[in-house]
């Protein structure tokens, strides 16, 4: 297809475009042929520049005022025209790491403003301009893996994105009636900027925890946080290629799933989710991590 084939051409808004695996997918798609629109935030690094197929736009998920601006300014560019594909991929990971019971608010809150709030945001403000393009166009919405291992000192961080599959699963509902697919990507392990040094960062985050919650966590979780899971990352975790390969797989799917699975880790969990009771799976995550149970430790009967 012709760059300039405007009546054709398909057209995205991918989130958090800066880095990582929502910067690969900008390129990507344009290279496929699409316009993208790639939201990047003000100020951050980036190697986006608008030429092309791409038209970069500055974005914040965590500030109303900035994200309604860039559905503005992609809305003024389409004239009149809709979005075929919105992606919510922007978010955070490394805060508020820790047991949930030191966990700080202020943290947590954070983490829900970028994450959660923030594909919200994006959902309403951008919603119109997908609706413009129905029956046929398309949402998706970053998940996590963690919704379905529920790893212990990333609480709640997996809190955020159970939340995000959630109104995933809402919006399934609300907009069939127009023709639009929604879907929630369940990422395993990428072995990104996001995941980089995961031994020292977690050693780091552990170590940030208060003395007291550490007193009483130590014995038990500290090795499963800072060397069981980071392991688990190095050894099974996707390059940045393979993620990338397994979204566009994805996205060329005629009909979305309401999970996507998305690595060579996660796709196995979720097999094992369809074939197992939530408990049964529950004592496999347990094992895997190695996480003590009361009765192993000598406790209970």
Do not use: C
């Not at 025209?81 to 508020?96: C, I, P, S, T, Y």
């Not at 550490?214 to 990352?233: A, F, G, I, W």
Request: proline letters at 5%; zero cysteines; glycine letters at 10%.
């Amino acid at each position: 297809m012709a760059k300039n084939d405007s009546a054709a051409q398909k057209t995205a808004f991918i989130t958090g475009a800066n880095v990582g695996q929502a910067n690969l997918l900008v390129k990507a798609l344009s290279k496929r042929g699409w316009r993208v629109f790639a939201g990047v935030l003000p100020g951050a690094p980036t190697d986006l520049v608008t030429g092309g197929n791409i038209v970069v736009v500055d974005q914040d998920v965590s500030n109303s005022e900035s994200v309604r601006a860039s559905a503005k300014v992609v809305t003024d560019a389409l004239a009149g025209k809709g979005l075929d594909l919105l992606m919510n991929v922007a978010g955070v990971a490394n805060v508020g790491v820790g047991v949930l019971e030191g966990a700080k608010f202020s943290d947590v809150e954070r983490l829900f403003n970028i994450n959660m709030f923030g594909q919200l945001r994006v959902i309403q403000a951008f919603l119109p301009l997908v609706r413009r393009n129905a029956p046929g166009s398309r949402i998706a919405n970053y998940s996590s893996g963690a919704i379905l291992a529920n790893p212990v000192g990333a609480g709640a961080y997996n809190m955020t994105k159970h939340a995000i599959h959630g109104m995933t699963l809402t919006l399934r509902h609300e907009l069939a009636p127009f023709g639009i697919q929604v879907t929630s990507i369940i990422p395993g392990g990428v072995l990104t900027a996001m995941s980089a040094n995961s031994h020292a960062n977690t050693q780091r985050t552990w170590g940030e925890q208060p003395a007291a919650v550490r007193e009483v966590y130590d014995p038990y979780l500290q090795k499963v946080v800072t060397q069981v899971l980071p392991d688990m990352l190095e050894k099974t975790g996707s390059s940045p290629e393979q993620a990338l390969d397994g979204t566009l797989q994805i996205l060329d799917k005629k009909k979305w799933a309401p999970m996507e699975y998305l690595g060579k880790d996660v796709k196995p969990m979720g097999l094992m989710r369809r074939l197992m009771s939530d408990s049964q799976l529950e004592s496999m995550m347990r094992m895997t991590f190695k996480i003590p149970t009361y009765k192993s430790l000598g406790k209970g009967a």
